[in-house]
């Protein structure tokens, strides 16, 4: 296994907001890690990011301990977040922006001339700020920041909110080959459609625990309706 | 009145140099320096005393504190102003201003109250004359060219060089700088330290140019401030223009009744205030 939590519980002050979290991620693996608002999906990838503190064992990856260690050190390690509403430098450009995933040092394919070859639109509007450019287009820079650190694992965190289902197609569209660089990916997702379609594995979270597991395309919608909201569909 | 917007001008510059260290601090850190002033006056003391005990001339003595002030700076920041960072900005105006009260406290201990300044080799005393009877000194000459150079050296480390995007991403989004690889409280504790290299800067400048006492502080800071407010906040650029507008209108009170001076500066202050709360040119982008 790439990366597993075991017994992973997290808090926000006196707030316990994971409750004992076990998870595995195979090599090249893609898992959709679905749920409704506060179920704990975000705070999941916090923890695995270095945010949100977790104990040193509750988190291994490549065979090291890394929870509580510092999100830069994580990064250098290999994990890259896109983070949900994709914070983006706003006093940077576009390149700027994705220079900034590059300061983790890691070697790789992702480059900036990768990226642009991929993404057109990035090197069109290289020299313009970041926070410009429309809500999809700045979720490929989002995206492109990370991949310039070159991870071995991308976390995806809601990519598809607040735009529109086109432009959510569109970006979903590059997974393929960004997988196909030998990447594994971890993508939060509240559209139960698009997690399935994207993932091999969908893991549903309900009120900090795993709620249900399995193959995408072997879960049903009842069985998805009954982990994702407590209730039957 | 010609004379008035060149002495204005110079004035300016020196000005400029007590504040680009607090429009530094603040533009990446949203920190306010209180004890800016104190600082100055400390880099001033210590240019006095090296200079007193090795009998090397200021550009030397310069020089060798440089190294000094670079460490202090970034070392201040690591261990104690990085503690004090927040959405709340009360706990670094607070340790800062326990800072001001220790540095001049220390300094009347070591020094005495006495007025003191640096052997500037005469420089403090040529002049170059222009047309129209408007004589120049060498240096506040030389004092706002050092300001024009370190303007726009702040501005290209800002706008061109790796480390002016970690400054400009940090004082975005530190959290998510942080998630990039970077390691914040590293980089601010490089900003301040390149702040306190500007603040010995202008304390040697201001020991040359005049006298200095271990009580000159608050009103350093006082000049700092208003130049940054004028021009706006973390405006390098535009804390340069503000310094000039305040050497500048001080000048011209000056000119009116040797009393006017300052108070004509806080008047402009007020008024930027007033009419243009976020400066002339807010936030440097680059």
């Known amino acids: 296994m790439l990366l597993r939590t075991h017994d992973l519980k997290a808090f926000y002050g006196d707030a316990q907001a994971l409750f004992g979290i076990d998870f595995h991620l195979a090599r090249g693996e893609v898992v959709a890690v679905i749920g409704a608002n506060g179920a704990g999906k975000s705070t999941f990838l916090k923890s695995l990011v270095g945010i949100v503190k977790a104990p040193r064992d509750a988190i291994v990856f490549d065979g090291t301990p890394i929870g509580g260690l510092p999100p830069g050190e994580i990064v250098r390690r290999g994990i890259a977040l896109v983070p949900e509403g994709r914070r983006l430098f706003p006093s940077l450009t576009v390149e700027e922006n994705l220079l900034m995933g590059s300061n983790a040092g890691r070697q790789g394919p992702w480059t900036l001339r990768r990226l642009y070859a991929m993404f057109p639109v990035l090197e069109a509007k290289r020299h313009e700020p970041g926070t410009s450019l429309s809500g999809g287009q700045q979720q490929i820079v989002a995206i492109g920041r990370a991949l310039m650190s070159n991870p071995a694992v991308l976390l995806c965190d809601e990519l598809s909110l607040g735009l529109a289902p086109i432009v959510i197609r569109e970006i979903y569209a590059a997974l393929p080959a960004i997988v196909a660089e030998g990447m594994t990916v971890i993508v939060v997702e509240q559209d139960v459609a698009t997690a399935q379609r994207v993932s091999q594995r969908v893991v549903c979270f309900q009120e900090g625990r795993v709620s249900l597991e399995g193959p995408s395309d072997a879960l049903t919608r009842e069985q998805i309706s009954q982990a994702y909201f407590g209730v039957a569909a | 009145m010609i004379d008035t917007v060149v002495q204005g001008l110079l004035l300016g510059g020196l000005y400029c140099l007590f504040a680009l260290g607090q429009s530094l601090m603040f533009g990446v850190m949203r920190l306010t320096n209180t004890a800016q002033g104190d600082f100055i006056v400390l ?142 409280g590293r980089v601010y504790a490089l900003a301040t330290a390149i702040a306190f290299v500007l603040v010995l800067v202008a304390g040697v400048l201001q020991a040359m140019r005049t006298t200095v006492s271990p009580s000159d502080g608050p009103l350093l800071l006082l000049f700092a401030f208003e130049a940054v407010i004028i021009g706006g906040m973390g405006s390098f650029w535009g804390t340069f223009v503000g310094a000039m507008v305040l050497g500048l209108t001080q000048q011209i009170g000056f000119r009116l009744d040797p009393g006017w001076g300052i108070w004509f500066g806080h008047l402009v202050f007020l008024a930027v205030l007033v009419l243009r709360p976020q400066g002339l040119f807010p936030k440097t982008r680059g």
Do not use: C, H, K
């Open chain 2, 43 to 184: 880099a001033a003391f210590g240019a006095i005393a090296l200079a007193a005990a090795t009998r090397l001339g200021f550009a030397w003595v310069a020089l060798a504190m440089l190294p000094v002030a670079f460490g202090l700076g970034y070392v201040l920041q690591r261990v104690v102003l990085n503690g004090t960072l927040g959405r709340d900005p009360l706990p670094s105006l607070v340790v800062t201003f326990g800072m001001s009260i220790v540095i001049q406290n220390g300094l009347l201990e070591m020094f005495s109250a006495d007025p003191r300044s640096l052997d500037s080799g005469g420089l403090n005393v040529q002049s170059i004359g222009l047309p129209g009877g408007v004589a120049v000194g060498v240096l506040p000459l030389v004092t706002l060219a050092v300001a024009l150079a370190a303007t726009a050296a702040l501005q290209a480390l800002f706008g061109r060089t790796a480390l002016g995007r970690a400054f400009r991403a940090v004082s975005d989004d530190s959290e998510t700088a942080e998630l990039m690889g970077m390691n914040a």
